[in-house]
């Protein structure tokens, strides 16, 4: 199995950061570990769940949804099987639960795609 907790979500104004982290567990996640990508998906009221970024653990390869790129940055620390998004500049539409996901090997972007969820965390951008 593969367990995923997120962290550092909370309330910022239109132009802030914050810095969402998700720790990934499991014997699962151990065993396969070269093979998995890291997301981040978020979804906001009423809309359906969508990509943010996503991370390849054995190559660091990197992906963003065109919301996110250039503002979002999505990065890992191996030793702590921990991945990061730092999200800059954010926007009240950025508001939203944030979900991190893993996936072994996906070949898109859709969150069918992901086998395994955190909980989310919320986060909320005011003008």
């Known amino acids: 199995q593969v367990q995923l907790v997120e962290s550092g979500g909370g309330l910022a104004q239109d132009g802030d950061s914050l810095r969402l982290s998700c720790v990934a567990s499991?014997?699962?996640?151990?065993?396969?570990?070269?093979?998995?990508?890291m997301g981040w998906f978020r979804q906001a009221p009423g809309k359906e769940r969508e990509f943010v970024a996503a991370?390849?653990?054995?190559?660091?390869?990197?992906a963003y949804a065109e919301s996110a790129r250039g503002r979002f940055f999505i990065t890992r620390d191996s030793a702590k099987n921990t991945i990061f998004l730092q999200m800059n500049n954010l926007k009240p539409e950025d508001t939203a639960v944030y979900y991190c996901?893993?996936?072994?090997?996906?070949?898109?972007?859709?969150?069918?795609?992901?086998?395994?969820w955190g909980q989310g965390i919320q986060v909320t951008v005011s003008s």
């Open positions: 991370i390849w653990w054995a190559t660091g390869d990197k």
């Open positions: 996901a893993c996936s072994y090997r996906p070949t898109g972007r859709s969150p069918n795609e992901y086998s395994y």
């Open positions: 499991g014997s699962t996640f151990s065993r396969y570990v070269a093979g998995w990508s």
